[in-house]
C-alpha cells in the first residue's frame, strides 16, 4: 500500500466525520496534509520498534587504527569525497548507496566466518554497540570486513513521495490507521476526541499485542546468519 492509498482510507473510514477529511470525501484538506504525514511518519517508526520488518546488512572495512566506526552514510565509498574523511569505511557502491538508516544492531560477522559477540568485555573480538549509529571495536584486524546486521528505519513520508509503497508489510497497516486515527484525535483536545484518541490506542495496542502472539511477522524463525545464508541479505 503507497501512502496515497492509506491517507485515502484513513479518510473514508477512521477520519471520515471529521472537518479535516472533507466529510469522508476519500480526500484530506491540503491544510492538514502536514499533521496527518506527520501522524503516518510517528506510526511507522512505532511500529519498526516494536517489529523487525525492513532487516540490512552494512559492510565496514576495518582499520587497525581506527575503533569506532559510525554509521552515517558520509563515510560510505559511493559518498566520497567528503570533507575530512581520508578513509571511507563504508562498503557499498553507488546503485546501492547506504542510506545511514540504522534502528537497531542486532548481529555483527566478519569474512572469516566469525560471529563477533556483542557488549562483552571478556571476549577481545567482541564488538560494543552504545548507541544505533555506532560501533566500536577495541581491537581492529587488518584486511578483515565486518558484516554488520540492522533493523533499518522506515522511508520518510513526504508530499513528494506519496505514491512509494509504505515500509511495512499488509498486516501492519490496520495498526498503522489505529495509530494515526490516536494521535489525530487527540490533537484535537475536546472530551469526545479525546474518548475516541484513547479508544484508537486500545485498538492500536490489542493488534499488536495480537500480531506478535501470533508470531505474524514470522520474527522468531531465521536468525540474520541465515538469512545471508539464504542469499536474502
Keep these: 500500500m503507497n501512502t496515497q492509498t492509506l491517507i485515502?482510507?484513513?479518510?473514508?473510514?477512521?477520519?471520515?466525520?471529521?472537518?479535516?477529511?472533507?466529510?469522508?470525501?476519500?480526500?484530506?484538506?491540503?491544510?492538514?496534509?502536514?499533521?496527518?504525514?506527520?501522524?503516518?511518519?510517528?506510526?511507522?517508526?512505532?511500529?519498526?520498534?516494536?517489529f523487525t520488518i525492513l532487516q540490512k546488512v552494512v559492510h565496514i572495512r576495518l582499520f587497525e587504527h581506527i575503533t569506532t566506526y559510525h554509521l552515517v552514510s558520509?563515510?560510505?565509498?559511493?559518498?566520497?569525497?567528503?570533507?575530512?574523511?581520508?578513509?571511507?569505511?563504508?562498503?557499498?557502491?553507488?546503485?546501492?548507496?547506504?542510506?545511514?538508516?540504522v534502528n537497531k544492531i542486532t548481529a555483527v560477522w566478519d569474512n572469516l566466518g566469525r560471529e563477533r559477540v556483542i557488549n562483552?568485555?571478556?571476549?577481545?573480538?567482541?564488538?560494543?554497540?552504545?548507541?544505533?549509529?555506532?560501533?566500536?571495536?577495541?581491537?581492529?584486524?587488518?584486511?578483515?570486513?565486518?558484516?554488520?546486521?540492522?533493523?533499518?528505519?522506515?522511508?520518510?513520508?513526504?508530499?513528494?513521495n506519496l505514491d512509494e509503497e509504505l515500509d511495512i508489510p499488509t498486516n501492519l497497516v490496520p495498526a498503522l490507521k489505529a495509530f494515526v486515527a490516536s494521535q489525530i484525535f487527540m490533537s484535537i483536545g475536546t472530551n469526545e476526541s479525546v474518548r475516541m484518541a484513547q479508544a484508537y490506542e486500545n485498538q492500536y495496542v490489542s493488534m499488536v499485542r495480537m500480531l506478535k502472539a501470533s508470531d505474524a511477522l514470522a520474527e522468531s524463525k531465521f536468525t540474520p546468519n541465515q538469512f545471508e545464508e539464504r542469499g536474502w541479505v
Excluded at 74 to 85: K, L, M, N, T
Aim: charged letters at 25%.
Design 8 to 50: 485515502s482510507e484513513l479518510s473514508f473510514h477512521q477520519l471520515s466525520n471529521l472537518a479535516m477529511s472533507r466529510d469522508g470525501s476519500g480526500t484530506i484538506r491540503t491544510q492538514d496534509m502536514g499533521k496527518v504525514i506527520a501522524c503516518i511518519n510517528d506510526g511507522l517508526r512505532t511500529l519498526h520498534e516494536e
Design 74 to 101: 558520509r563515510f560510505a565509498d559511493s559518498q566520497q569525497p567528503q570533507p575530512g574523511v581520508t578513509q571511507p569505511y563504508i562498503i557499498d557502491h553507488n546503485r546501492t548507496p547506504f542510506k545511514g538508516d
Design 120 to 160: 562483552d568485555e571478556n571476549d577481545m573480538r567482541s564488538v560494543f554497540v552504545m548507541g544505533p549509529d555506532s560501533i566500536t571495536v577495541p581491537y581492529p584486524e587488518k584486511d578483515v570486513i565486518l558484516f554488520v546486521h540492522y533493523n533499518a528505519k522506515p522511508q520518510h513520508v513526504t508530499m513528494e
